[in-house]
């Protein structure tokens, strides 16, 4: 049977040891605004979506998406490789069929959850300036919590968030992925696509309410 010498077992003990500190450390903790700051924006969002008899309710959410949701890098980042294939006119409608979509796909989901509370549970520090805020749904008859993150970029309590993730799927990687495959499929057209998001943002505003 192989043994370790002396040194060597002194050694790869002290590995151990270093190994299993790293792993207690695990994520490094963001700052405490941030998840603060996370905690603000859902309650807020959430307030807006409760008001259903107001008939200024989208326009409020909308006007909520603008100030703190970068749709501009969000947009950049869905269109992928495609941006380079279009011209800069082509882009720029693209990114405002792109933000009206993103806010009609952002106010369907967090009108699923304007009857429950979401409580933020920690934080991820990705590195300076970019933080992922974990939450989950409160909801006392479901057997797991329902998972959410938002992606923060800022800093010393002004952060805009560039996206959201429910239970392990990133939205705005979920939506490059479908972009790319619609793209594949219509020569790469990225006026069809800016086409294609306005309708479904039409279809989504309508069955919201």
Do not use: C
């Not at 903790?29 to 807006?48: H, K, P, S, T, Y």
């Not at 992928?80 to 409608?93: H, I, K, S």
């Amino acid at each position: 049977m192989y043994r370790l010498l002396p040194q060597a077992r002194r050694a790869f003990l002290a590995l151990l040891v270093g190994a299993a500190s790293l792993l207690s450390l695990g994520p490094a903790r963001a700052d405490a605004d941030a998840e603060q700051f996370a905690q603000r924006l859902i309650d807020q969002g959430v307030a807006i979506l409760r008001e259903t008899r107001d008939p200024a309710r989208r326009a409020k959410f909308r006007q909520f998406i603008l100030q703190y949701a970068d749709a501009r890098r969000t947009a950049l980042y869905t269109l992928g490789v495609y941006r380079n294939r279009a011209n800069e006119g082509e882009v720029e409608a693209f990114i405002q069929a792109f933000t009206d979509y993103a806010t009609a796909v952002y106010e369907s989901r967090l009108d699923q959850y304007k009857g429950q509370t979401m409580k933020v549970t920690g934080s991820i520090d990705n590195k300076p300036g970019d933080i992922t805020v974990n939450m989950v749904v409160v909801d006392p008859s479901a057997r797991n919590p329902f998972r959410v993150a938002f992606r923060l970029l800022g800093g010393g309590g002004s952060y805009r968030f560039v996206d959201i993730q429910v239970e392990g799927i990133w939205l705005s990687i979920d939506q490059r992925d479908q972009f790319a495959a619609f793209l594949s499929q219509n020569g790469g057209s990225v006026p069809a696509l800016t086409a294609h998001l306005t309708r479904q943002a039409q279809l989504m505003m309508a069955g919201v309410r």
